[in-house]
């Protein structure tokens, strides 16, 4: 039987071939009507370090080949915590854009957009013209991806409120906006979840009324593989990503023989072990169902066994906590200070907010997830400027969150920044920033859907190799739109975000046989 809402998602625009904006004159480029094919020589650096403290340079060169599905398909968006403040704000954004409603406030009539979203509100830099003039286009545009008014949602929630009843539960969305979209979201109404007690703070029981029964984890498991193949068929999908939205867990315990490894993880969950998390449950079920699943908490969902389970399904995993006001801006201007030579010794954030996320906060476990999460966005900036920093030496860096229920949504983040600059003095930056939590959060929801599925669409093949593969499991370009990025075993984590940023923009370049953006600008520096 097809879902209540099912009449607003049978556009036939919501997949397909889209025409392109641009198309690349070059050798290195073949457009077919499935795919865009494209070589990419890959240029990297490898640094020796000698014993009398000198290095020796070797510029490296490999060739890749890209190829990129051209067909958008059919792409479905579930939520673990749709109901939350999250889930119905993306929702109702999204039914306003399907809609074409626009509302009323006392500073005048708007429309929807989606300011916020680094895919669907960012320009990349493509060129010059004829005249020297700057080229920008929309970043949606360099390359076939998933439209966000097309994606059909559902999901999961402890409550079974409504989509209506929870988004004026939010108190998010500005009455006029509310009023318009009341009818379709009243017919949307959350799966039954997941609840371990134990997991979340005690203050959110009163939420639990939409609960899969008993405590079976791997029945658990089973029925969350059902309702992501039963949401597939009702809804004609060719994909489904899945994104946990919800309250923030403590932290799992590692335990050896229990999440450690694939087998061991397995069998835990086959004994309903009490260390395996909800979110555990389900980014196993995705995995197994092939199913992409991003976590957007800050608690360690992907314990090692979890990860090596991905590995082996070759299924897409991506984490960890939206990155959205606070720590985007640290990020961005720490990469700055650092960069410009000048030494942050100290990093005080304060947060208030009174939604239901810092309700749960409020409990010590659930805030020590958030602390870790918030605590290393700087590292890999500090490590790289050897100068300012000693070895293993770091700012002190201090974090606060305060549940103040008056607020609501809208979060209030002070920071405080004390640095060193030349000749012994001192420099102190505050920075004060309010808005609501869940604007910031939905279009990072968007971002992460759209990038995740496009990495479904895209292989890569290097000359030794003999077929075309996909990229690695944990998917490491997601960085960008959270704050404690994953990435493969090994590799490197990169917090800054002008680097996370150019990551994505040289990917998509070489997608289409284009070399990576640089600011040289020789053409205007020279006679």
């Known amino acids: 039987m097809a879902p209540p809402n099912a009449d607003l998602y049978n556009s036939s625009a919501a997949s397909g071939t889209p025409s392109p904006l641009l198309k690349v004159n070059s ?26 403290g000198s290095m020796t340079v070797n510029p490296v060169e490999t060739v890749y080949e890209f190829k990129t599905e051209r067909n958008v398909p059919r792409t479905g968006l579930m939520m673990v915590g749709w109901g939350g403040n999250n889930g119905s704000t993306l929702t109702a954004a999204i039914l306003a854009h399907k809609l074409g409603i626009s509302w009323r406030t006392k500073s005048g009539v708007h429309k929807p957009n989606y300011f916020g979203s680094v895919t669907q509100a960012s320009t990349l830099h493509l060129g010059v013209d004829d005249k020297g003039a700057d080229v920008y286009v929309p970043m949606s545009s360099m390359l076939p ?31 006029d906006l509310q009023r318009q979209v009341k009818d379709e979201m009243a017919k949307m109404v959350p799966l039954p979840s997941i609840y371990y007690p134990d997991f979340i703070a ?74 395996v998390a909800p979110s555990s449950i389900f980014a196993l079920a995705c995995i197994e169902e092939g199913t992409p699943f991003i976590n957007g908490s800050p608690q360690n969902t992907f314990v090692p066994g979890l990860i090596q389970l991905a590995e082996r399904h070759r299924t897409f995993i991506g984490g960890d906590d939206f990155k959205s006001g606070q720590t985007k801006m640290k990020s961005a201007l720490v990469d700055f200070l650092v960069n410009a030579g000048i030494k942050p010794v100290a990093i005080t954030s304060y947060n208030h907010l009174g939604n239901n996320d810092g309700k749960n906060l409020s409990s010590h476990k659930q805030f020590r997830s958030k602390e870790i999460s918030k605590s290393t966005v700087v590292d890999d900036m500090v490590a790289a400027n050897h100068i300012l920093y000693k070895k293993d030496e770091h700012p002190d860096h201090t974090v606060v969150i305060k549940y103040v229920p008056s607020v609501g949504d809208s979060k209030r983040a002070l920071d405080e920044y004390e640095c060193d600059i030349f000749m012994g003095g001192r420099q102190t930056i505050s920075l004060f920033n309010i808005c609501e939590d869940s604007f910031l959060a939905s279009p990072l929801i968007i971002d992460l859907v759209v990038m995740t599925e496009f990495m479904t669409r895209l292989q890569y093949k290097t000359g030794d190799m003999a077929k075309f593969s996909n990229f690695h499991s944990v998917l490491s370009i997601l960085s960008y739109m959270l704050k404690a990025p994953m990435v493969p075993s090994g590799t490197p984590v990169v917090n800054s975000l002008s680097r996370q940023r150019s990551a994505i923009e040289n990917i998509f370049r070489a997608c289409i046989g284009l070399s990576p953006n640089n600011e040289m600008g020789l053409e205007h520096k020279i006679w």
């Open 202 to 275: 005690a203050n959110q029981s009163d939420r639990a009324d939409n609960l899969l029964p008993g405590n079976n984890k791997r029945a658990h498991v089973e029925q969350i593989r059902k309702d992501i193949r039963d949401f597939k068929a009702a809804n004609k999908l060719d994909k489904i990503v899945v994104v946990w939205t919800a309250n923030t867990e403590r932290y799992a315990e590692l335990i050896e023989g229990v999440n450690d490894t694939a087998e061991n993880f397995l069998a835990a969950v086959k004994n309903s072990h009490d260390e």
């Open 27 to 52: 050798p290195n480029v073949q457009y077919t009507n499935e795919h865009i094919l494209s070589k990419y020589a890959y240029q990297s650096t490898l640094v020796s370090k000698q014993t009398d």
């Open 145 to 175: 991806l998933v439209n966000p008014t097309d994606l059909v949602i559902g999901g999961w929630d402890i409550s079974k409120k409504n989509l209506a009843e929870s988004m004026e539960r939010a108190e998010v969305l500005e009455y």
